[in-house]
């Protein structure tokens, strides 16, 4: 039996705790029946009115010494004012029915587990959205006025988003105006308190996947009071900037047990320790100061309010993913997240769940590419000497001959510039290609349904001169045998040419990898176009008028925006990343061949079929309206024009509707939308 000093002891240790505040719910009832306002209680605790309302609903706990003075003001008001009473020492009750029972702050009707809550609309206008009541899910009506995509239910793991954005106060402004008390002083400490406390994160985005780990962005002076340099100086590129290892915070997070993944400490550190069981421990970094944000994919982000930053991200991370980089090394991880390579699998002899390769995905092994898919400096080509040329599937860079142009043409004031947008993004859809190695043939029938590189002599098709050719980037015909992807093969036939590759390097194992990516990020685009007022029901003047304003609504999501279109180029492109750094040689392998998205055949398939696209669209617009393009830059094409306005030449039919098989405006992928207008001329 225990005894009295023991039971003393074990009272006094009770005593000694942190302050217990009463539940969220009731911080709020005390404070209205004391008739004082959530910003008059903010100033007289020195914090902000966001964060009283991160207490009242749950969100967040004031720390020392604020817990201590939060705790008195209550207990005082819970004297005066006790819960279905009569308020002490002469202080008027609040108004109530007598005879009604008691009301909650807020109903919590349930709701059944299948049926996951529309999200709030986001308000364009609106610098700053509100923390979300106690309520919860009950409180935001089912279906909202807007008609928004639908989105999972908020993971009760991770309560407070995916990200936060953490100021040289201590304050972490959370994805959805939330505000959270961060007391760390050091790295290792925030690490810890991300992991522990903080309720940041993010569900998976498939089944077989991995969540995504908590993101903090720390602003100058955060990275300051953690030790950190304020702005990260002394290489030639950015991307190589990172802490020396004997740099005290380097130091400090092995002295804690953490790692540092081989990028070290740089702009987007990644700090993590090994997985024990199912349970991952890592917290991404990004220094805001260190240019972590690119202006051009992110403009204008790194100089906002840190309230303003986390809301970008925050959007960004609830519609794309959250960032882990660049926004192109987020559109690499986005492939990746959207189609894990493993799976688990039960093995048929012992019965235990093993990983497995999951269909559809790339796996988890790098794989070489055939010769004429590397690039020059790859160990496959110097090992191989292998000079039987390469694939040279990139963008339109073409500008029409002068001596095409007519006298009509050139008498025309204006020239209109038309930008697809996200062509990229378009040409991804249903796109099949090759999952397995390649494969090598000699004299193949060429068969349009299988992705490869094909060596085939297109150079006796006479192209349009007054158009580029279909097969080359700089749009002149091709000068004897050369390799192409297979979409270019496959337009070479549609035109009704005959073609005998001469041989092809093809995979047998194909698929539509691409497919989850382009819808997720097709919806992301359409939805923060309509957050802008870019909407599909606009005609055709609505919608230029819309486009000309839509970056001025809302800076935010204007940069939102921006970060979308800079994900999918950038993915792409990372798919064929080459060799960085001065101290290179060729024929040694770079890092990025080791993982299994190194795929520049994906890459040149990509913008085969985008590069194709343009040209079906600049031919019919040549039949159906006699116009011809002055140039074409990747996705931009310039017509000569009578007026200021891509209405002024695009076709419409007698109804008023656009036709068919040309560019059409619109705010979808693949659509247009105008790029520019320049005055060729003025009349006098």
Same mark, same amino acid.
């Given at each position: 039996?225990?005894?009295?000093? #023991? ?47 991160? /207490? ?15 705790? $008195? ?70 279906? +909202? ?9 908020? =993971? ?12 040289? =106060? ?10 959270? =008390? ?53 290489? #030639? ?206 004299? +193949? ?32 015909? +091709? ?14 036939? #549609? ?9 092809? /390097? ?6 539509? /990898? ?22 599909? #029901?606009?005609? =055709? ?36 990343? $080459? ?33 194709? *696209? ?5 031919? *019919? ?64």
């Amino acid at each position: 039996m225990a005894s009295e000093e #023991e039971l003393f002891a074990n009272i006094d240790a009770l005593l000694d705790e942190e302050p217990q505040l009463p539940p969220p719910a009731e911080r709020a009832r005390l404070r209205e029946a004391a008739g004082i306002t959530q910003a008059r209680l903010a100033t007289a605790l020195k914090t902000t009115t966001q964060s009283v309302k991160n /207490y009242e609903n749950g969100r967040s706990e004031p720390r020392s010494p604020r817990l201590e003075a939060y705790q $008195r003001l209550l207990n005082g008001w819970a004297a005066k004012y006790p819960a279905h009473g009569t308020p002490t020492h002469g202080a008027p009750a609040p108004q109530s029915t007598p005879s009604a029972p008691p009301q909650p702050s807020a109903p919590q009707p349930p709701v059944p587990a299948p049926i996951a809550p529309a999200p709030q609309p986001v308000a364009p206008a609106a610098p700053e959205r509100p923390a979300r009541t106690a309520a919860g899910p009950a409180a935001a009506p089912r279906r +909202p006025a807007a008609k928004k995509t639908a989105q999972p239910a908020q =993971d009760p793991r991770f309560p407070h988003g995916p990200l936060a954005v953490l100021d040289g =106060d201590g304050s972490a402004y959370g994805a959805d105006g939330i505000v959270l =008390d961060c007391p760390a002083c050091t790295v290792p400490e925030l690490v810890e308190w991300t992991l522990n406390e903080s309720g940041l994160g993010a569900a998976r985005l498939n089944r077989y996947g991995k969540d995504s780990d908590p993101l903090i962005a720390l602003t100058a002076t955060a990275a300051v009071k953690l030790g950190l340099p304020e702005h990260l100086e002394g290489h #030639e590129q950015r991307r190589s900037l990172r802490l020396p290892e004997d740099h005290p915070v380097v130091k400090q997070i092995a002295k804690a047990k953490w790692q540092l993944t081989r990028r070290g400490f740089g702009p987007w550190a990644r700090i993590y320790r090994k997985v024990q069981g199912r349970d991952r421990q890592c917290v991404q970094l990004a220094l805001l100061s260190w240019d972590a944000l690119d202006e051009r994919s992110w403009p204008g982000v790194t100089d906002m309010e840190p309230a303003d930053i986390a809301r970008v991200l925050g959007i960004y991370a609830q519609r794309v993913i959250t960032p882990r980089g660049s926004t192109a090394v987020s559109g690499l991880e986005l492939m990746t997240a959207l189609r894990p390579p493993t799976k688990a699998v039960q093995d048929p002899e012992t019965g235990n769940w093993v990983s497995g390769y999951n269909a559809g995905s790339l796996g988890t092994e790098p794989m070489d590419p055939a010769p004429p898919e590397a690039t020059p400096e790859h160990p496959v080509v110097v090992n191989s000497g292998w000079t039987g040329g390469f694939l040279n599937e990139e963008a339109y860079q073409w500008v029409r001959p002068v001596d095409t142009l007519t006298d009509e043409e050139c008498t025309l004031p204006y020239a209109v510039g038309l930008d697809l947008n996200t062509a990229f993004l378009a040409a991804a859809a249903r796109l099949v290609v090759g999952l397995s190695a390649p494969d090598h043939f000699h004299t +193949p029938k060429f068969n349009p349904k299988i992705p490869g590189s094909w060596l085939v002599d297109l150079s006796h098709i006479e192209p349009e001169p007054r158009l580029p050719s279909p097969f080359t980037p700089d749009g002149t015909r +091709p000068t004897g045998p050369a390799w192409y992807q297979t979409h270019t093969v496959a337009y070479a036939q #549609e035109l009704g040419h005959d073609v005998h590759p001469i041989e092809a /390097y093809l995979r047998r194992e194909t698929g539509a /990898y691409l497919d989850p990516w382009h819808d997720r990020l097709k919806t992301a685009y359409v939805d923060t176009l309509a957050d802008l007022g870019v909407t599909r #029901e606009l005609d =055709d003047r609505q919608f230029l008028a819309a486009m000309e304003r839509h970056k001025q609504l809302d800076p935010a999501l204007a940069a939102v925006l921006s970060a979308i279109k800079a994900t999918v180029k950038g993915g792409v492109g990372k798919l064929r990343e $080459r060799p960085q750094g001065k101290s290179y040689k060729e024929g040694d392998r770079w890092p990025s061949l080791e993982r299994p998205t190194w795929r520049p055949d994906i890459r040149a398939a990509v913008i085969s079929k985008a590069r194709v *696209n343009m040209h079906r669209k600049l031919q *019919n617009m040549a039949r159906m309206t006699g116009l011809y393009p002055l140039a074409v830059l990747s996705d931009c094409v310039v017509y000569p024009s009578p007026g200021d306005s891509p209405l002024d030449f695009l076709p419409y039919a007698a109804s008023g509707k656009p036709q068919p098989g040309g560019f059409r405006l619109g705010p979808t992928p693949g659509l247009a939308k105008l790029e520019g207008v320049q005055m060729l001329w003025r009349s006098t």
